[in-house]
């Protein structure tokens, strides 16, 4: 079970942490991610990060102003979001990877999902 928290409504140019923590299970052994699905449109692929935390990959629109990381020991995954845009509006959802995939950004390639927090960001 994941556990998305910390959207809210935020300006534009503010910043906002969001936090996936695991209950019941430990956070993935291979890599965990960040989607985000906007209203009327598809879920995309935000950020991912393998299990060292040493790897990370940026979905380019957000590429410089979010950064995924994670502790293994605290079992939570975050995604520290700045400079926010209003395009960045959306419900951001984190994912894990059951296994090892060759893929991190595409929604087929993560297992298991949390229930989303929504980033509402104001012009």
């Known amino acids: 079970q994941l556990q998305a928290s910390g959207g809210g409504l935020v300006q534009a140019g503010g910043s906002l942490r969001l936090s996936c923590a695991a209950s019941g299970r430990t956070l993935s052994t291979y890599g965990m991610g960040w989607f985000r699905q906007a209203p009327g449109k598809e879920r995309e692929f935000v950020a991912a990060i393998m299990w060292t935390g040493s790897t990370t990959y940026y979905a380019d629109s957000v590429k410089g102003r979010f950064t995924i990381s994670r502790d293994n020991a605290r079992n939570t995954l975050w995604l520290q979001m700045n400079s926010l845009k209003p395009e960045d509006t959306a419900v951001y959802y984190c994912?894990?990877?059951?296994?090892?995939?060759?893929?991190?950004?595409?929604?087929?390639?993560?297992?298991?999902w949390g229930q989303g927090t929504l980033v509402t960001v104001s012009s």
């Open positions: 994912a894990g990877q059951g296994r090892l995939y060759s893929r991190y950004y595409g929604r087929d390639d993560y297992d298991y």
